[in-house]
């Protein structure tokens, strides 16, 4: 799996200025340098085996000037901020909707049932004010997006020649645990159809070299937002319960959004990936079978939807994405010792690295 990395120099960009400069639909910088490369398409840097996260960028913040204040116009924001294939993109907020702080970090969201990755702008019109989302910085409504007109102020606030700070808004991601997870992975259990090691934090995992029936999955990977969704390892039991399993699920009643729940807690102690907050379940079916590895396997299938209510829009820094992986043995077997693999870490920006793993089943 390769990683990507964006390295942030210390040092403000100079690619647009407050006044009528041009903006790109990708920028990157270059590590240790001043310069911003513009291009039409996004463009990551070289890939490398082990990546330390990147420390937020800043520097000392330049406030408002009293120039820059012009209550006759509407104030529109344009900023740098990174995007999952780790190229800088430039984003959009109006004035009201962004928050400064002395050190030089900045909080921008737009409340909204419609995340607008790039974020919207309202642009004042005679009938009214219009709502232009960034995807259409570059069509009929362009001059807002580009410079500043008679109706809209446009300040940059970390790249140009009047950049208010050098601070780049990445989520605030915990470095990696690799002594942790070398300690924890070392010794697992040797038990048969049974989740080995659970993991829920910041970073997403792929494991190499791990003996037929060890499966290192992912919660929640069958979830969409919108649609019909499984959940193809919600427990595992030993084949002999199965009757009895099949039982308690009937008992439990099938299409009760409780019933899941019920089962898990008093029948297995399994984990449960719980869905995300946004989704609304329904339709649930549980059911239960025997794998070709010799483990029962529950799975649960679902309708899902978003959920009305929970609308929040676009924010820059993002939240820091929080993944959930087991790993499991769906077989009735025990590998032999020891197990030698590969364990790759890798955040929602694609840094990352990798660990040679020693694992001892007891």
Same mark, same amino acid.
């Given at each position: /799996?390769?990683?990507? @990395?964006?390295?942030?120099?210390?040092?403000?960009?100079?690619?647009?200025?407050?006044?009528?400069?041009?903006?790109?639909?990708?920028?990157?910088?270059?590590?240790?340098?001043?310069?911003?490369?513009?291009? #039409?398409?996004?463009?990551?840097?070289?890939?490398?085996?082990?990546?330390?996260?990147?420390?937020?960028?800043? $520097? #000392?913040?330049?406030?408002?000037?009293?120039? /820059?204040?012009?209550? #006759?116009?509407?104030?529109?924001?344009?900023?740098?901020? *990174?995007?999952?294939?780790?190229?800088?993109?430039? !984003?959009?907020?109006?004035?009201?909707?962004?928050?400064?702080?002395?050190?030089?970090? +900045?909080?921008?969201?737009?409340?909204?049932?419609?995340?607008?990755?790039?974020?919207?702008?309202?642009?004042?019109? $005679?009938?009214?004010?219009?709502?232009?989302?960034?995807?259409?910085?570059?069509?009929?409504?362009?001059?807002?997006?580009?410079?500043?007109?008679?109706?809209?102020?446009?300040?940059?606030?970390?790249?140009?020649?009047?950049?208010?700070?050098?601070?780049?808004?990445?989520?605030?991601?915990?470095?990696?645990?690799?002594?942790?997870? @070398?300690?924890?992975?070392?010794?697992? *259990?040797?038990?048969?159809?049974?989740?080995? +090691?659970?993991?829920?934090?910041?970073?997403?995992?792929?494991?190499?070299?791990?003996?037929? !029936?060890?499966?290192?999955?992912?919660?929640?990977?069958?979830?969409?937002?919108? &649609?019909?969704?499984?959940?193809?390892? #919600?427990? @595992?039991? *030993?084949?002999?319960?199965?009757?009895?399993?099949?039982?308690?699920?009937?008992?439990?009643?099938? &299409?009760?959004?409780?019933?899941?729940?019920?089962? /898990?807690?008093?029948?297995?102690?399994?984990?449960?990936?719980? *869905?995300?907050?946004?989704?609304?379940?329904?339709?649930?079916?549980?059911?239960?079978?025997?794998?070709? +590895? &010799?483990? !029962? %396997? %529950?799975?649960?299938?679902?309708?899902?939807?978003? /959920?009305?209510?929970?609308?929040?829009?676009?924010?820059?820094?993002?939240?820091?994405?929080?993944?959930?992986?087991?790993?499991?043995?769906?077989?009735?077997?025990?590998?032999?010792?020891?197990?030698?693999?590969?364990?790759?870490?890798?955040?929602?920006?694609?840094?990352?690295?990798?660990?040679?793993? %020693?694992?001892?089943?007891?």
């Amino acid at each position: /799996m390769a990683t990507m @990395l964006i390295a942030c120099g210390d040092d403000n960009g100079s690619s647009a200025t407050d006044e009528g400069a041009g903006s790109s639909s990708s920028v990157i910088l270059s590590e240790g340098s001043a310069e911003v490369e513009e291009s #039409s398409s996004s463009v990551v840097l070289s890939s490398a085996s082990n990546l330390e996260p990147v420390a937020n960028s800043s $520097s #000392s913040f330049v406030w408002l000037r009293e120039d /820059m204040v012009d209550s #006759s116009r509407l104030t529109i924001y344009r900023f740098l901020y *990174p995007r999952a294939d780790m190229s800088l993109d430039t !984003g959009y907020f109006n004035g009201d909707e962004c928050r400064f702080e002395a050190e030089g970090k +900045f909080l921008c969201e737009q409340r909204s049932c419609i995340a607008y990755d790039g974020g919207e702008i309202r642009i004042p019109q $005679s009938y009214g004010i219009l709502g232009v989302s960034a995807r259409d910085k570059d069509g009929a409504y362009s001059e807002y997006f580009h410079a500043s007109t008679n109706i809209t102020r446009l300040v940059d606030i970390n790249f140009g020649d009047s950049a208010l700070t050098t601070f780049i808004p990445f989520a605030d991601i915990p470095e990696f645990d690799r002594d942790g997870f @070398l300690e924890q992975l070392s010794v697992l *259990p040797a038990e048969p159809c049974s989740t080995l +090691f659970h993991f829920e934090g910041n970073y997403q995992l792929q494991a190499d070299g791990l003996p037929e !029936g060890i499966v290192l999955y992912r919660d929640g990977q069958g979830i969409k937002g919108r &649609g019909d969704s499984r959940e193809y390892y #919600s427990a @595992l039991f *030993p084949k002999e319960e199965l009757d009895a399993v099949k039982a308690h699920i009937y008992e439990a009643g099938q &299409g009760e959004k409780s019933s899941y729940n019920k089962l /898990m807690v008093e029948y297995y102690s399994e984990l449960k990936y719980a *869905p995300d907050r946004g989704l609304d379940i329904s339709n649930q079916t549980i059911t239960a079978e025997i794998n070709d +590895f &010799g483990c !029962g %396997v %529950v799975s649960t299938s679902y309708v899902t939807d978003m /959920m009305a209510g929970l609308c929040e829009g676009w924010k820059i820094p993002e939240d820091a994405k929080v993944f959930s992986y087991r790993l499991i043995n769906i077989s009735d077997k025990v590998p032999e010792n020891p197990v030698q693999w590969k364990l790759t870490y890798m955040d929602q920006y694609g840094r990352g690295g990798a660990l040679d793993i %020693v694992t001892q089943f007891e």
